[in-house]
């Protein structure tokens, strides 16, 4: 099923996320290899967010490809992958929001990133914008929900 609008899987789509919580996300490097590792994207409306180190070993494979690929998975019949463009959001009140936004979600979807990182002003810390251009909702053995960002 192919739908126009997030709002026809969202409900389904944060109920999965929520419960996963952690994600595997891949990036593609300089000689365009797939490298995966685990995140903790949270989401605000159709945007993800995710704190991460500024001088991580994917930012040098986001400066060259900033496509991604999550895939959530806590039941293998309803996984949920996102493909999506990562930025890296650097506006200092952007930052500050969400920041806030991060702590005021309950943990363990939640979390005060100066577990972290020391302060909005750590040098190290940096911010990660997920834009989505496709969702996937997979329903085995009915067909997915897919949403695509037109």
């Given at each position: 099923m192919e739908t126009k609008r997030f709002n026809e899987i969202e409900t389904e789509f944060f109920a999965r996320i929520e419960k996963m919580?952690?994600?595997?996300?891949?990036t593609v490097d300089s000689e365009q290899r797939p490298r995966s590792r685990i995140m903790h994207p949270v989401w605000e409306g159709i945007t993800g967010w995710v704190t991460s180190r500024r001088n991580a070993y994917k930012a040098r494979h986001l400066a060259a490809n900033p496509h991604v690929s999550l895939a959530y998975i806590a039941d293998v019949a309803k996984p949920v992958y996102v493909e999506c463009i990562a930025e890296w959001e650097d506006n200092t009140q952007e930052k500050q929001r969400i920041w806030d936004f991060l702590k005021s979600k309950p943990e363990p979807y939640g979390f005060d990133p100066a577990?972290?990182?020391?302060?909005?002003?750590?040098?190290?810390?940096?911010?990660?914008?997920?834009?989505?251009?496709r969702i996937e909702l997979v329903n085995i053995p009915q067909p997915s929900a897919i949403w695509r960002n037109s």
């Open positions: 919580i952690w994600c595997n996300v891949s577990t972290l990182f020391q302060s909005l002003d750590d040098p190290t810390y940096g911010l990660l914008r997920l834009k989505p251009w």
